[in-house]
């Protein structure tokens, strides 16, 4: 299966490490390290130039771990991808 993280990205669902709100995960020191060593390793693509609200980590087998940011919210996202059920 596969996601659409916004213009014209699209991800395998199976490749995702998780999806997380940029918002609430970015108050952590840890996830600020994180996505900063991603950024400076040439791991984080961004999706949209609007105002950034996830990013999804994602990693498959043999390839480099990647950071997408996203303009749409990580709720959105997963309902996307199945991992949550849409009411």
Do not use: W
């Amino acid at each position: 299966m596969y996601i659409h993280l916004g213009q014209e990205k699209v991800i395998k669902s199976n490749s995702v490490i998780g999806i997380f709100d940029i918002e609430s995960t970015t108050v952590s020191k840890n996830t600020r390290i994180f996505l900063s060593k991603a950024e400076k390793n040439g791991e984080v693509v961004n999706v949209s130039y609007e105002l950034p609200k996830s990013f999804t980590v994602c990693a498959e087998k043999g390839k480099k771990t990647r950071v997408y940011i996203s303009q749409i919210s990580s709720s959105t996202l997963l309902k996307r991808a199945g991992f949550i059920d849409t009411l």
